[in-house]
């Protein structure tokens, strides 16, 4: 079997720029793709710098049903897991650029984790692994 890996999943979002804005300078990823397509969409794709791992593609929500959707994509559940190797440090920096996070840090057998919400209110995982 070929080697595969998961590399780009998408995230609703109202506005590219905003999104943008965000999850570069507030989170921090590298802009991996910023490119305008036909009808004002963009293939706007961001990525955690430093590490492996899947990236995001900012996709504008179109039409009631995807607007809907927009911070609520699993229902509720944590959807997005950002995996780090400096759970203190990361977490004190999100603070302070005024990351909200639902939860104080935990401890639990697979590591240290904290739920933080985005500009959307998607819930993520902060988590270092034991």
Known sequence: MS???????????????RAKGFYCGLLGF???FDT????????LVVKPGGGEGAALLLALAEGEAQ???IG??????????????????DHAAMLEKG???????????????AVF????GNLWDLIQHA
């Open 67 to 69: 607007q809907t959707a």
């Open 72 to 89: 609520n994509q699993t229902a509720g559940r944590v959807s997005f897991f950002l995996k780090t190797d400096d759970f203190a440090g």
């Open 36 to 43: 305008s397509l036909p009808d004002a969409k963009r293939w």
């Open 99 to 113: 990351i909200r996070f639902l939860e104080e840090p935990r401890h639990e057998p697979y590591g240290t984790v």
């Open 3 to 17: 080697n595969r890996s998961l590399f780009l999943v998408t995230l609703i979002v109202d506005d590219y720029d």
């Open 117 to 120: 919400a985005d500009l959307y």
């Open 30 to 32: 590298e802009c991996v």
